[in-house]
């Protein structure tokens, strides 16, 4: 029997992203950079139930909105906008609950059942909701686990997001690292440096752990 158990604004902790792992959302009260606009809740007793069990997670659009996320630069995947009342299917897999990692919210993690550390679940669905308001709806299943997407993870790797800031991926949450500048040769012994401005966006960086 298919569950309505959540509401509120669709979005993650950056490092799922990050880790490439993709595994886990949170419904929130405000969007990516905006004000409250949602009155958020989770049904953590029927979830609590479902927990350990493989289930088939879909999530409807009911109020829509621009992201004000850039998107995963590395994958080239960027937010789309779905309509109202579009059903956008999560997958199915092993439902766990988590920390989120901020306003002290629990995550709904959809965990596959082949041992994958990456790619638990499509971003490509998950930035079709990213910032929007959505109910969330869970049914326990037999059918087959959803397969990865096809996608290549990203090893340490910086790329400008063309405002001056950078998105990274492989790092830790903590984990200091330096973005070096390129370093044009003139002759003679002679060098340009240009550091890292993060302006040239899509422009892939190497990583320096610290």
Not at 64 to 77: A, M, N
Not at 169 to 198: N, Q
């Amino acid at each position: 029997m298919v569950e309505r158990v959540g509401h509120g604004i669709f979005g993650w902790n950056g490092k799922e992203r990050r880790t490439d792992r993709y595994g886990a959302f949170v419904l929130g009260e405000r969007p990516f950079d905006g004000n409250r606009e949602a009155a958020a809740y989770l049904d953590i007793p029927a979830l609590k139930e479902l927990v350990g069990k493989r289930v088939h997670i879909t999530c409807v659009a009911v109020k829509t909105r621009k992201s004000g996320h850039v998107g995963d630069l590395f994958h080239k995947i960027h937010p789309t906008t779905p309509a109202v009342g579009e059903v956008v299917d999560l997958g199915i897999g092993v439902l766990h609950l988590d920390n989120a990692g901020y306003e002290g919210r629990l995550a709904v993690v959809l965990e596959p059942g082949d041992g994958r550390l990456k790619f638990w679940m499509d971003p490509h669905k998950l930035y079709r909701l990213h910032d929007q308001t959505v109910d969330l709806f869970v049914e326990p299943t037999e059918e087959d686990f959803t397969p990865a997407p096809n996608l290549t993870a990203q090893g340490k790797e910086a790329v400008d997001n063309g405002d001056g800031s950078f998105q990274v991926k492989g790092m830790k949450d903590g984990e200091r690292f330096t973005i070096p500048g390129t370093i044009t040769k003139l002759g003679a012994g002679m060098f340009v440096l240009d550091p890292a401005s993060g302006r040239e966006k899509g422009k892939r960086r190497k990583i320096i752990p610290s």
